[in-house]
């Protein structure tokens, strides 16, 4: 299982739910853990989800993921 950890500087509670619904539809994502204070958002996911399918709905809702510890990109 794959995981990757970013944020999403601008997200509020409303955002959070959101972001967790839609990302929890993907066939493939296991788990998605919302962490308001630091606006950190961290996705486990398995075959078939990838990365990109993750990034591609985030982007279609808006969302930017922010690396501020160098993760994927």
């Known amino acids: 299982m794959d995981s990757e950890t970013f944020q999403i500087l601008t997200m509020n509670e409303k955002d959070a739910?959101?972001?967790?619904?839609?990302?929890?539809?993907?066939?493939?994502?296991?788990?998605?853990h919302m962490h308001l204070p630091t606006h950190s958002v961290t996705v486990e996911w398995a075959s078939p989800a990838t990365w990109?399918?993750?990034?591609?709905?985030?982007?279609?809702?808006?969302?930017?993921?922010?690396y501020p510890n160098g993760g994927i990109q």
Not at 52 to 66: A, G, N, S, Y
Request: net charge negative.
């Open 17 to 32: 739910k959101l972001i967790e619904t839609e990302l929890t539809q993907i066939g493939g994502v296991r788990n998605v």
């Open 52 to 66: 990109e399918m993750i990034q591609k709905r985030l982007m279609e809702l808006h969302f930017t993921p922010d």
